[in-house]
């Protein structure tokens, strides 16, 4: 079907803002998924995948403006020992990031790879393209099309401490692109942290090819501005036990849309996709998840929290496909959402296709207010009745965050909660 000519047009009015990086190994691929989007078009809210989440402000020429948040707060996983890789408005910061120098894994910045051959040749645009179908991801396209900066990483053994890939806004009209690449030998292991605001607008893809045996951790922390808007997308492919985990606290955010897409290709793989988002006031918050098993024996799980006020949106759409032949698939899905007010809403859509029939897969979303029960027999104790709403709220997103398998950076996260919700008691 030839697409409308005001998507037409809207797409390449966006198109004409941004260059496409010098010629290099990744240039085909660029050029496949600038033909691509120019094919599916930018997203609008007539799209399937966009009913509930408005795309306007994420595909415009121009970002909107965004103030740059100042505070003293120690940031999110400075106590930690890692190596850090700064990007400061989507361009990476020497000064500021360690030496990309870490046994077991050899790092690389995008902008940098420039020769005609690299092992990064195999992989870049190529699980975002597979992703494509069958839901059409023309933000993800983009990304490949036009990402200036990111970094490549080739996990060979285990490294000692994570990878921490730090996010700084300081222009208040910074629009980012960045695209990263995560190879993980077989057998290997590694864990990717991930903080900041990024920029006034942030479109990040990430491609993660997890080897037989291989096991990928993920934690990421989107940070404090709240006039920060950001579409990022994490494509994987998974092979024979290997195992993926990846949690995501979001807290503020005018707009944000994390999209996950994972590939079961090999038996007895295992994937988790965690979340627990805090919103306040005018706040929007999109998790879009799809799985697909392709393989026997493999096991998937999401879980995602949303607690929402002040007339705060809370969006989820998670899809498990089980396709002919994934006998004995395990797949799990729960979404759920704490209203603290009658102004603020959760929209849900979780979804099923299975085309096996040894299979046990199962799938809930709920919407509720504060136990009253529980915050009764609190408050009878003597616990004033924020810091009881506070406890029940961090007892809600529990679930969540115990799909953490660290428990260092578990607690990390459980800290974070609870001063984000302090701060808004106070």
Not at 119 to 126: D, I, N, S, T
Not at 138 to 154: K, M, R, S, W
Not at 300 to 312: D, E, P, Y
Not at 372 to 390: I, K, Q
Request: charged share 25%.
């Amino acid at each position: 079907m030839a697409l409308a000519q005001v998507k037409i047009d809207a797409t390449e009015e966006r198109l004409n803002t941004l260059d496409m990086p010098q010629e290099g190994w990744s240039t085909a691929a660029r050029k496949d998924a600038l033909m691509r989007l120019r094919s599916m078009g930018l997203p609008s809210r007539r799209d399937e995948y966009w009913k509930y989440t408005r795309p306007d402000t994420l595909v415009q020429p121009k970002a909107l403006d965004a103030a740059v948040l100042q505070t003293d707060e120690v940031p999110v996983f400075d106590g930690l020992e890692r190596l850090k890789i700064v990007f400061v408005d989507g361009v990476f910061s020497a000064d500021e990031s360690d030496d990309l120098v870490l046994e077991g894994v050899a790092i690389e910045r995008l902008a940098d790879a420039t020769a005609d051959i690299h092992w990064a040749k195999g992989l870049y645009g190529v699980l975002e393209n597979k992703g494509q179908n069958p839901v059409e991801r023309p933000l993800a396209a983009l990304n490949t099309a036009y990402a200036t900066d990111g970094v490549l990483i080739h996990v060979t053994g285990k490294p000692s401490k994570p990878i921490s890939m730090i996010y700084r806004h300081i222009s208040t009209s910074s629009d980012a692109i960045l695209h990263h690449i995560v190879k993980i030998d077989k057998g290997a292991e590694v864990t990717i942290l991930e903080n900041g605001p990024a920029a006034a607008r942030f479109n990040k893809c990430m491609e993660i090819d997890v080897a037989d045996t291989a096991t990928f951790h993920h934690v990421r922390a989107q940070g404090r501005d709240h006039e920060r808007r950001a579409a990022t997308h994490m494509f994987a492919r998974l092979g024979t036990e290997s195992t993926f985990k990846s949690f995501t606290l979001t807290a503020n955010g005018v707009m944000t849309r994390n999209e996950c897409v994972i590939e079961l290709t090999g038996d007895d793989a295992h994937a988790t996709v965690a979340g627990a988002a805090l919103g306040d006031g005018d706040f929007h918050h999109d998790d879009t998840v799809f799985i697909t098993h392709d393989a026997v024996n493999c096991e998937s799980r999401q879980v995602f929290k949303k607690v929402l006020r002040n007339g705060a949106t809370g969006v989820f759409q998670g899809k498990i496909l089980v396709k002919a032949g994934a006998q004995k698939t395990d797949g799990y899905q729960i979404s759920q959402s704490l209203l603290l007010d009658e102004d603020s809403q959760f929209l849900a859509k979780p979804e099923l296709e299975i085309y096996a029939d040894d299979v046990a897969c199962s799938h809930g979303s709920t919407s509720g207010a504060i136990d009253e029960e529980a915050l009764f027999y609190l408050r009878s104790r003597g616990v004033p009745v924020g810091e009881a709403t506070d406890m029940l709220t961090l007892s809600f997103l529990a679930e969540a965050v115990e799909e953490i398998e660290d428990g260092a950076l578990a607690e990390e996260i459980n800290e974070r909660l609870a001063a984000w919700l302090a701060r808004r008691r106070d």
